[in-house]
């Protein structure tokens, strides 16, 4: 079993800046990708952003490539996202989830993800 905390919502003005954090803890070997999603209200919960726990590729939606970076820590057991050039539809509930066993691409739906974290509020002001 696998526990996600995210960190470093906010509130921010249309294009600013914030970064999210997201620390693992518990079997973290048996992970083998960390994923963000996104839910805004009265919406389904959207992938944002994926990365294997080791490896370099990455993997975006298009409404977030060119302005969302997702990185890795392993030292720190941390998966960050951060976004720049935010927009007012960037506004949701951020999740970090988990995957824990071996696919062979990367997973973009919520049910490819075994472990999820609470989630952090991000608003963006226009």
């Known amino acids: 079993q696998v526990q996600l905390v995210e960190s470093g919502g906010g509130l921010v003005q249309a294009g600013g800046s914030l970064r999210l954090s997201c620390a693992a803890s518990?079997?973290?070997?048996?992970?083998?990708?960390l994923g963000w999603f996104r839910q805004a209200p009265g919406k389904e919960r959207e992938f944002v952003a994926a990365?294997?726990?080791?490896?370099?590729?990455?993997n975006y939606a298009d409404s977030v490539k060119g302005r969302f970076t997702i990185s890795r820590d392993n030292a720190k057991n941390t998966v960050y996202l951060q976004m720049n050039s935010l927009k007012p539809e960037d506004t949701a509930v951020y999740y970090c989830?988990?995957?824990?066993?071996?696919?062979?691409?990367?997973?973009?739906?919520?049910?490819?993800?075994?472990?999820w974290g609470q989630g952090t509020q991000v608003t963006v002001s226009s």
């Open positions: 990365m294997p726990w080791s490896g370099v590729s990455t």
């Open positions: 518990g079997r973290t070997f048996n992970i083998y990708y």
């Open positions: 989830a988990s995957v824990f066993r071996r696919v062979p691409t990367t997973p973009v739906k919520s049910q490819e993800y075994d472990y």
